[in-house]
């Protein structure tokens, strides 16, 4: 069957993209623009493929569909900006193809402007056709929260601007066969700003409760507790909880600066969560001391390091940083984590912990830095020396919090 639907792009983007529109009955092809990893279960993959999912390398096919969402991933570049390589890639694949009345569709997390300016440059030299007349063009703000079960693409609104009303309401036909609800905003840049926005809200209120967490650590007090009573408040108050550091493929510098323009604020919030790892360190040095132990030749076993609960998915997560400074102040470090069959640090692989319990119970420290489902952190708490949560999910009293 000729497919309607070409995501572009099978990392943390495309991937769920492509599996709402399989469920939705959306014949739907997935075309990759690198090495990109997803979240998807090996189940979830298979049962898309049941349905009729398909990957191809076959450019030639883009060329076939209705509509096309490029969904490439959009990394750090070396200057700390984004890195706009894949999406380029599949902009020139796509556009040497581009047939008229085709909807074209952006989610990738770029700056404002870039949909209706390099973009669309690309797409419109590369084919010979102009956007807005000869095809539909419009930016939608990915809204993917890995492993959430509560919100999906389904009941998750979907926003959209198109290049012009006719871009937005075609963009609009097909995302109304995939949610409950479609958002239109005035043009792609208010889109693609969308983002921006979401994002650095994000970083900035986990910014805040971090500082908030080194602050009540040197007071005494239970940040916890500060949290369970601060969330009861109904209005004016979202809790957020601290962590050794953030991770995702949405990092705040990929999106602030712009035109020789930052975002103070979001700035700020990269620096302070960005300390984050040092002070795990510095908090697990300080416990080892307390308890008459050095760093130095100290058995360290780290929990969970993947960036996101019950997910393979190691994009930015901290646990590679703390690991780097661990080794730096003579540590042995080793490892376990259910998603993460190994792991390699500094070029060469960290010993993995056959089982948790009894590598818990041998460790001068455990550090709990993703509480997987699979854990039971009651039973750590009592098999581990000392232990060290970063996450806040043990009982209260049987752990050592950030």
């Known amino acids: 069957m000729p497919a309607d639907l070409a995501v572009i792009g099978l990392g943390p983007y495309g991937l769920p993209l492509a599996q709402a529109a399989v469920a939705a009955g959306i014949p739907t092809i997935g075309y990759r623009t690198g090495p990109e990893t997803g979240s998807l279960t090996p189940a979830e993959q298979r049962r898309m493929l049941a349905q009729g999912f398909r990957t191809t390398t076959n450019a030639a096919e883009l060329g076939r569909v209705r509509t096309a969402v490029v969904c490439a991933p959009v990394p750090r570049g070396a200057d700390g900006g984004p890195d706009l390589s894949q999406v380029e890639t599949a902009a020139r694949a796509l556009a040497a193809r581009l047939r008229p009345h085709t909807t074209v569709i952006l989610e990738s997390p770029v700056l404002p402007g870039t949909t209706e300016g390099p973009f669309l440059r690309l797409l419109e030299s590369g084919s010979g056709l102009r956007a807005g007349r000869d095809f539909h063009l419009a930016h939608s703000p990915s809204r993917v929260d890995p492993g959430n079960r509560d919100f999906t693409p389904a009941n998750t609104p979907k926003v959209i601007g198109g290049l012009t009303p006719a871009c937005t309401e075609s963009a609009a036909a097909f995302y109304g066969r995939l949610t409950d609800k479609v958002v239109r905003a005035r043009g792609p840049r208010e889109a693609e700003t969308v983002q921006l926005l979401e994002t650095n809200f994000r970083h900035v209120n ?125 540590a042995s470090v080793s490892y376990h984590d259910p998603h993460v069959p190994s792991w390699n640090v500094l070029d060469r692989p960290l010993p993995r912990a056959d089982s948790l319990y009894e590598a818990a119970a041998e460790a001068d420290l455990t550090i709990l830095l993703q509480p997987h489902r699979t854990y039971d952190l009651q039973g750590l708490s009592v098999k581990a020396q000392l232990l060290l949560d970063t996450r806040g999910a043990t009982p209260a009293g049987a752990a050592h919090r950030l």
Not at 260 to 287: D, F, I, K, S, W
Request: contains cysteine.
């Open 206 to 330: 986990i910014a805040l409760v971090n500082e908030m967490a080194v602050l009540c650590h040197d007071l005494g007090v239970d940040l916890w507790d500060v949290i369970r009573c601060a969330e009861t408040k109904p209005f004016g108050f979202q809790a957020f909880r601290p962590g050794p550091g953030v991770g995702g493929h949405s990092v705040p510098q990929d999106l602030t600066a712009h035109a020789g323009r930052t975002l103070r604020m979001a700035e700020l919030a990269q620096q302070v969560n960005g300390r984050m790892p040092h002070y795990v360190v510095q908090r697990a040095a300080a416990l080892l001391n307390e308890h008459g132990k050095s760093a130095r030749g100290a058995r360290v076993l780290l929990l969970g390091v993947t960036y996101k609960p019950d997910l393979a998915d190691q994009q930015g997560s901290p646990a590679r940083e703390i690991a780097v400074r661990l080794m730096e102040l003579g």
